[in-house]
């Protein structure tokens, strides 16, 4: 410790126990205590972040008015099929339902895999010298909660391919992902195109490395200012 005063709060010991001895616990003790600074932090509309892994906007045209097509088609052929339609959509819902009991299964069978894991762990795989231990825990919890459906306390590794492991592809970073994240460690999402991992965002540690490179975000005005 630097000094008497220099005393973890609750919940804090783990990731200042992940950090290297040469970094200044206060400085880490400081930045963990202030999480609650994303609070009041003013968040902008989410960035691409894997432009590469987002369809084209002309493809999501194309997609939605396949929709519109093949949702039109379903209900004229209902009218004259009523049994056949409601088999197909039977057999539709239950291969959806199976498809997501594979990957809850496939999930939680990669988390007993890492049983004992924790954030911690996921730590030691940045220098917290140069990396905001707040982006740290920020991205891991943030990741934990979008697979808090499939398994609790996911363990997270900085490795983690966010789409192949993980199951987010870039929809899910972009318009949920990103946005929390950005709330969480009180960074803005602007000029993200400038940023050098823009469009690179493949892993956990991606995540890590983008959200340490932006800017923090400016303090939302309040009633008191």
């Keep these: 410790m630097?000094?008497?005063?220099?005393?973890?709060?609750?919940g804090t010991a783990c990731l200042a126990s992940c950090t290297p001895p040469r970094c200044g616990m206060s400085l880490i003790i400081y930045t963990c205590l202030d999480m609650r600074r994303s609070s009041r932090r003013q968040i902008p509309s989410p960035a691409r972040l894997v432009p590469h892994l987002v369809p084209h906007i002309w493809q999501r045209v194309a997609f939605w008015s396949f929709i519109a097509i093949l949702a039109c088609a379903t209900g004229t052929?209902?009218?004259a099929h009523p049994a056949a339609t409601a088999l197909t959509v039977t057999a539709l819902v239950s291969c959806g339902a199976w498809l997501n009991n594979r990957e809850k299964t496939r999930l939680q069978a990669l988390a007993a895999a890492r049983n004992g894991e924790s954030i911690c762990g996921f730590a030691r795989s940045f220098d917290l010298r140069s990396t905001d231990p707040l982006v740290v825990r920020a991205v891991y919890e943030q990741l934990q909660e979008e697979l808090l459906s499939y398994q609790k306390s996911f363990p997270v590794r900085a490795p983690d391919r966010l789409e192949?492991?993980?199951g987010l592809d870039g929809d899910d970073l972009d318009m949920s992902v990103a946005p929390a994240i950005a709330r969480r460690s009180g960074r803005s999402l602007e000029g993200a195109q400038s940023n050098p991992h823009y469009g690179r965002v493949m892993t956990a540690s991606d995540l890590v490395y983008f959200f340490n490179c932006q800017s923090e975000a400016p303090p939302q005005p309040t009633a008191f200012h």
Excluded at 2 to 10: N, Q, R, T, W, Y
């Design 2 to 10: 630097d000094s008497a005063h220099d005393v973890p709060a609750p």
């Design 77 to 79: 052929i209902s009218v």
């Design 164 to 166: 192949e492991e993980l």
